[in-house]
């Protein structure tokens, strides 16, 4: 099985920072990852798929990158709205996602 | 716009079935070009996917699950629904019904289902005796 590992587990930041998120893959998935973000007692919501390309209706300061087995989820300047807890989710097989990176002040 | 619901118990007994119907609001589950899905988190397992399934009946299920679980659905009340049998407390969780839009692999020709773009609130299920 795939194991998909987030780092860090929690980030403390201020509103304005650019802040990274790293999603790692135990094996190849190509570009097939999401990233979901989720605010406490609310369903996930979908930021990004197959890497880098933005839902619809999410704003632009939030990008993806990376290929592989390596990637990562860039605010680039955090707002107060986006202090929440982040996943990935492989699609390459059974759909797992990462443990959570929690965003906080 | 289309919104997801999910309804059912919130407290099954060890060994007995858990049923959960989420109801899509807003669009044809029959008419619309996705999958729908189903997915719980837990403090323990964070989050998992359960299966999916069309509106035609095709469905597919994570294979650690695949022994217990049931997916159907109703185009007639555009609901889906699911059931997961022999609970213990293992499967106590939030459990949110999906919408998933298929996506295309060139490598393969094919088209798959992997990400959930649309989310229900989610149900919390105890499993308690």
């Known amino acids: 099985d795939i194991q998909m590992t987030q780092s860090p587990s929690t980030l403390s930041a201020f509103v304005g920072d650019r802040v990274t998120i790293t999603c790692r893959a135990s094996?190849?998935?190509?570009?097939?990852l999401a990233w979901y973000q989720q605010k406490p007692g609310k369903a996930p919501r979908l930021l990004i798929y197959?890497?880098?390309t933005l839902q619809s209706g999410v704003p632009p300061r939030f990008s993806g990158g990376g290929s592989g087995t390596e990637f990562t989820l860039t605010i680039s300047s955090l707002q107060p709205d986006d202090f929440a807890t982040y996943f990935c989710?492989?699609?390459?097989?059974?759909?797992?996602f990462g443990q959570g990176t929690r965003v906080e002040i | 716009q289309v919104q997801l619901q999910e309804s059912g118990p919130g407290l099954v007994e060890p060994s007995q079935t858990l049923s959960l119907s989420c109801t899509v609001s807003?669009?044809?589950?029959?008419?619309?070009?996705?999958?729908w899905g189903w997915l719980r988190q837990s403090p323990g397992k964070g989050l998992e996917w359960i299966g999916y399934?069309?509106?035609?009946?095709?469905?597919y299920s994570n294979p650690s699950l695949k022994s217990r679980v049931s997916l159907s659905v109703d185009t007639s009340n555009n609901q889906f629904s699911l059931k997961l049998n022999s609970v213990t407390a293992a499967d106590t969780a939030v459990y949110f019904c999906?919408?998933?839009?298929?996506?295309?692999?060139?490598?393969?020709?094919?088209?798959?289902?992997?990400?959930?773009?649309?989310w229900g609130p989610g149900a919390l299920v105890t499993v308690s005796s």
């Open positions: 999906a919408r998933a839009p298929p996506y295309f692999r060139e490598s393969s020709g094919s088209y798959y289902v992997g990400y959930f773009d649309l």
């Open positions: 197959e890497a880098s």
């Open positions: 399934i069309y509106f035609s009946g095709h469905s």
């Open positions: 807003g669009g044809s589950l029959s008419d619309d070009d996705h999958y």
């Open positions: 989710q492989e699609y390459n097989t059974l759909r797992t």
């Open positions: 094996q190849n998935i190509n570009n097939w």
